[in-house]
């Protein structure tokens, strides 16, 4: 790619970061437009994690038969808002038909080239102080209460050992007393993944904006796309709110907003918004050291170096703004019940965000079928920051003609 080359970026999150700096790296003159503000929306306040463990995709083989009990209980973490909404429906009938073995295997292998790719990437780029994000490599515990559901998990390990090679360390309720004092006594054990990291995503974001102004990128915040500008195949200009924008070539990173763009980009984008909650304060007295998740209850907890964060939820409600205080609850209680000391005051940020949920938990990293200088790069479901790294440099190699490092095949937007 040449410096002549100008390049624009919708979509100021994590993933559109990304593309912006590897398409940098190769000499594009890169412009950001956002509607928003840059780091804002989904890469805000999310988690942090950087998980190579997450391999496998939500549409697995018990996944229905979990949906629909988890749905009969109030207090559930999931849910979905019951209306006439018909990509909905479809969305979750395909959900459905993915749900079978041969399905989650192969998504899994596509989920993992990218997964280990963005934590390649991510090693490389705080090493070089590329990125400043409060990085920390200390791995991933999942804690449960009941042996029942603790030794449930084993075949699962199994599978993730052997088939992809990421196995878990698991420990019993006395060796979690002794190693992690932050938890209640009496849980039942644990599976540790000791290779997977994590980071606090405004940081991050806000590191992303230095490195890449410094770079000459442009940023353009508050600038909301109306429509992309046609003319023999190919995008010439976005209609903003901001005036025209021309650029040689364009890349939609707009995250669960994507399905918006359908209509310009001449493509099914089958992207449901999954809305998640989370809460961030200061660091408790008792503080766990390493980030857990607490799949009874379906919260996660996210140790950072500055603060500490509470998250969780999946909500099918649409494009709903809402901060509802009883999901708001959920995170609380789920807290309450494994750790000593679950929060503090004061809260610093209640927060909702819009993971990007494709119905096979691939994301779509893909040029556009009807315009041939456009491509897509959405649908990161709820590993977003992790596929992050991995996502920008794949979309800058195949936009540069350059041989990808990972098989873009599974990620094509036609195979919907």
């Known amino acids: 790619m040449s410096d002549s080359q100008s390049v624009i970026i919708i979509g100021g999150g994590v993933v559109g970061a990304s593309c912006a700096y590897y398409l940098q790296q190769r000499g594009a003159d890169v412009t950001i437009v956002e509607k928003q503000s840059f780091g804002a929306a989904c ?18 083989p018990r996944a229905i038969r979990s949906t629909m009990k988890a749905m009969l209980s109030p ?6 808002k019951p209306r006439l909404d018909v990509k909905l429906w479809m969305w979750l009938l395909n959900f459905a038909r993915h749900c079978n073995e041969r399905d989650m295997l192969a998504g899994g292998h596509a989920l993992q080239a990218l997964l280990m790719s963005s934590m390649d990437e991510y090693e490389r780029l705080v090493t070089e102080q590329v990125v400043d994000c409060e990085w920390q490599k200390k791995g991933l515990l999942y804690v449960y209460k009941d042996q029942q559901r603790l030794d449930a998990y084993e075949p699962t390990n199994q599978l993730l050992s052997e088939t992809f090679n990421e196995p878990a360390v698991k420990f019993t309720g006395e060796q979690l007393e002794e190693l992690h004092p932050a938890l209640k006594p009496g849980q039942a054990g644990a599976w540790f993944y000791e290779h ?10 806000e590191s992303w904006k230095q490195t890449l102004t410094a770079n000459g990128a442009k ?6 796309v109306q429509q992309i500008v046609r003319q023999d195949g190919k995008a010439v200009s976005l209609q903003t709110n901001q005036g025209e924008l021309t650029a040689d070539r364009f890349v939609v990173a707009t995250g669960a907003l994507t399905p918006f763009l359908e209509k310009f980009l001449g493509c099914k984008i089958p992207i449901q918004p999954g809305k998640g909650y989370s809460l961030t304060m200061p660091r408790p007295k008792l503080c766990p050291t390493v980030p857990m998740i607490f799949p009874e209850r379906r919260v996660a907890v996210t140790p950072m170096e500055s603060g500490y964060r509470l998250g969780s939820i999946m909500e099918f409600a649409g ?28 809260v610093e940020e209640e927060w909702y965000g819009w993971r990007p949920m494709t119905y096979d938990s691939l994301p779509i990293i893909d040029r556009s079928p009807s315009l041939e200088n456009v491509w897509i790069a959405a649908g990161h479901n709820m590993i977003g920051l992790s596929m992050s790294t991995g996502t920008g440099k794949l979309v800058a190699e195949m936009m540069s003609g350059e041989k990808p490092h990972i098989d873009p095949t599974p990620f094509r937007v036609t195979r919907f």
């Open 196 to 205: 997977d990291a994590h980071v606090r995503p405004d940081k991050l974001m």
């Open 43 to 60: 890469s805000h306040g999310n988690c942090g994690f950087v998980c190579p463990s997450h391999v496998l995709p939500l549409a697995e």
């Open 75 to 80: 207090k559930s973490p999931f849910s979905i």
């Open 319 to 346: 494009y709903d703004e809402s901060i509802k205080p009883e999901r708001i609850k959920l995170l609380r209680d789920g807290a309450d019940a494994f750790l000593k000391d679950p929060y503090c005051e004061p």
């Open 219 to 224: 940023i353009l915040e508050g600038c909301e």
